[in-house]
Each structure stands twice: as structure tokens, then as C-alpha cells.
């Protein structure tokens, strides 16, 4: 009996401890995510901040995120949520490089305020919320 009850008492401990990890884990994702948007904003808004130096930091910070998504595991049953998590942010990750970084660096304003402000705010609105729901 009281073997069981050890036995009991160790698993519940073992499984909270990794439910605190995937919270502290998605809640630096989500840190990251904010640091990689608030880059990009910056570059958009400030024509001053469109040099090499935040090119770099617009690029190293979204790198960041896709370098910790990649190290994370799913919660346990979580699995479809995780996914789409992983693949919004792909989609997102891929438009900001291909699309909206080389609009703002032609100077078409205008339309990258767009495209930020229409799907990509959509994506990354949709990347906090489902790491938020996965632990966050």
C-alpha cells in the first residue's frame, strides 16, 4: 500500500514538473515570437532601421523561434495543436522572408503595411494563441 501510494505521489510529481516545463518552454516562444515581430515592426515603421544591422536582427530573431519550435515536443494530446502551430508560423516565417522583408527594403511602404497588417498580423495572432493554449 504504501509502496503504491509512493509510486502515486512520484508520477503525479513527475507529470506536473513537465507540465511546468512546457509552460516556461511555450512561454519563451511566445517571448521570442514578440521579440521577432517588434524586429520586423521596427524595420516597417522607421526607415532609419532598414540597414544591414536590422536586416540581421529582423532575420536572427525569427531564426530564434524556429530554432526553439524546433527543439519543443508536443504536450501530450496536443499533438494536432502543435502542428498547426508549427505550420502557421512556416507560413508565416516564409512570407516575412520572401514577401514582406523585400517590400519594405524597396520602399513600397504602403503595400508591406498591408500584407503586415492583413494575413501576417492574422499568423502571428494565431502563433501566440495556440502557444499560449499549448502551455504559454
Excluded: N
Excluded at 512561454?27 to 536590422?54: F, H, I, N, S, Y
Amino acid at each position: 500500500m504504501k509502496k503504491s501510494l509512493v509510486t502515486v505521489c512520484f508520477s503525479l510529481l513527475v507529470l506536473s514538473a513537465s507540465q511546468w516545463v512546457y509552460a516556461e518552454d511555450f512561454k519563451e516562444l511566445r517571448a521570442k515570437m514578440m521579440t521577432a515581430r517588434e524586429a520586423l515592426v521596427a524595420m516597417a515603421t522607421d526607415k532609419t532601421k532598414r540597414g544591414p544591422e536590422q536586416q540581421k536582427t529582423v532575420k536572427d530573431t525569427a531564426d530564434a523561434v524556429s530554432a526553439l519550435l524546433g527543439r519543443l515536443k508536443a504536450p501530450a494530446g496536443q499533438e494536432a495543436k502543435f502542428k498547426e502551430l508549427a505550420d502557421t508560423w512556416a507560413a508565416f516565417k516564409k512570407t516575412r522572408e520572401t514577401e514582406l522583408v523585400p517590400l519594405i527594403l524597396a520602399g513600397k511602404d504602403d503595400e508591406a503595411l498591408k500584407l503586415a497588417g492583413g494575413i501576417q498580423k492574422e499568423r502571428i495572432g494565431k502563433c501566440l494563441s495556440l502557444a499560449g493554449q499549448l502551455g504559454g
